[in-house]
C-alpha cells in the first residue's frame, strides 16, 4: 500500500482524510494543517496523525494529497516534489498558468505521477454516457449553487465553473478558439455570478453559467451532436441520452417520428444507460494509485489541470 499524507484538514480534507484512511490502496500515515488548532483538534475527533510541520509529513509518505486553499496549491507542490513525492492536487491545479506549467516542468524532472482533482471525471452519470459523446456541436452547462462562504477566496470560474470546463475539454477535441464572457461581483470581491462562451475551432460552441449565489442547487450539462441529445445531471447522479436513427417504412403505433422540410423522416428513441453508485473523490483517489502502481498516466492529468486552468484564466480575463 501506498503511505499517503494529506496537507489540509478542511471541508474537503477531512473527507479526504476519510476515505484514504479506508481505502485498501493507501495507508494513511497522517496530515499537516497550518492552522495547528484545527490540526490538533481533527487528530483528537478522528484520529489521525497530526504532523507538525510540512516537511515531516511529507518525509514520511509516498503520495502527498493538496487539499489546502488554492492559493497555497503551487509552494505545497512544489515541496513535495523536491522531496520525490507523487501529488495529487485539488482543483484548480494552481492559482496561475505560469504556476501550474512550472509545477509540471517539476513533475517530468523528477519522474513522478501528478494527478488534479478534478472530481466530476468520476461522477457515474458521466461515466455512464462518456463514449457516446461524440464530437458534440453545441453544449450548455449550468453550475448553480446556494451561498457557502467556503471557496470566495477565488472567482466562481475558478471556485465552480471551472469543473465544466474541465468536462467539456475532455470530450471536444479540438482547440479552442474564442472566449467571450461576462460575471457579476453580488457579495465577494470577485465575481459571485458568471456566464461564458467558449468557441473552438471545429465549430462547436460551450455557453458556460456558473453562480454560487442561487437559491437552489443545480449541476446539469447537455451536449448537442449528430442525431444524439445527452444530458447529465451531475448532482442527481442521472443521465438521459435521446437519439434519432432513420425512421422505418412502416412505424409502429408508439414509434415518435418527426420529419423535416425536405420530408426526411426520423425517429426519436431512448438509450439511457444505466447509472452505477460509486464514490467519485474514492475513485478519482484510488486510480491515481493505480497510476503510481503500474506507472500509468492518471485519468487526470496536471496537463488537464493546466488547460482547465488556462480557459479559466482567459474567462476571468474578460471581467
Known amino acids: 500500500m501506498l503511505k499517503a499524507g494529506v496537507l489540509g484538514a478542511g471541508h474537503l480534507g477531512k473527507i479526504h482524510l476519510r476515505l484514504l484512511n479506508q481505502s485498501d490502496k493507501y495507508d494513511l500515515v497522517g ?3 497550518a492552522d495547528e488548532i484545527n490540526g490538533k483538534k481533527v487528530e483528537e475527533e478522528f484520529g489521525y496523525n497530526y504532523f507538525k510541520t510540512m516537511d515531516a509529513l511529507i518525509e514520511a509518505v509516498d503520495m502527498v494529497d493538496i487539499v489546502t486553499p488554492t492559493l497555497s496549491h503551487y509552494e505545497c507542490a512544489k515541496k513535495a516534489i523536491s522531496f520525490g513525492k507523487h501529488i495529487f492536487i485539488e482543483k484548480p491545479i494552481t492559482n496561475t498558468v505560469e504556476e501550474a ?6 513533475l517530468a ?3 513522478i505521477r501528478g494527478q488534479v482533482g478534478h472530481v466530476e471525471r468520476f461522477n457515474p452519470a458521466f461515466i455512464a454516457v462518456r463514449e457516446q459523446i461524440k464530437n458534440p456541436m453545441f453544449i450548455e452547462t449550468h453550475r448553480l449553487a446556494e451561498f457557502n462562504p467556503r471557496g470566495t477566496d477565488v472567482p466562481v470560474v475558478l471556485d465552480l465553473m471551472i469543473h465544466d470546463i474541465d468536462i467539456i475539454l475532455s470530450v471536444v477535441t479540438s482547440k479552442v478558439k474564442n472566449v467571450s464572457a461576462s460575471g457579476v461581483s453580488v457579495i465577494s470581491d470577485t465575481p459571485d455570478i458568471a456566464n461564458a ?7 462547436c460552441v460551450a455557453n458556460l453559467t456558473a453562480s454560487r449565489i442561487s437559491l437552489k442547487n443545480m449541476r446539469k450539462t447537455r451536449f448537442f451532436q449528430k442525431d444524439a441529445y445527452i444530458s447529465v445531471d451531475f448532482l442527481e447522479k442521472k443521465c438521459e441520452v435521446v437519439k434519432m436513427k432513420d425512421a422505418p417504412t412502416s412505424p409502429g403505433d408508439f414509434d415518435m417520428i418527426l420529419q423535416n422540410a425536405e420530408g426526411i423522416k426520423k425517429q426519436i428513441y431512448f438509450d439511457n444507460p444505466e447509472v452505477a453508485n460509486n464514490n467519485a473523490i474514492l475513485d478519482e483517489l484510488e486510480t491515481f494509485a493505480d497510476a503510481i502502481n503500474n506507472n500509468t498516466t492518471p485519468i487526470v492529468t496536471l496537463h488537464d489541470g493546466t488547460e482547465a486552468l488556462r480557459v479559466a484564466t482567459m474567462i476571468i480575463n474578460q471581467f
Not at 101 to 106: A, P, Y
Not at 197 to 203: L, Q, T, Y
Open 31 to 33: 496530515f499537516y494543517d
Open 101 to 106: 506549467e512550472h509545477i509540471r516542468e517539476l
Open 109 to 111: 524532472e523528477h519522474d
Open 197 to 203: 462562451r467558449i468557441e473552438f475551432e471545429n465549430g
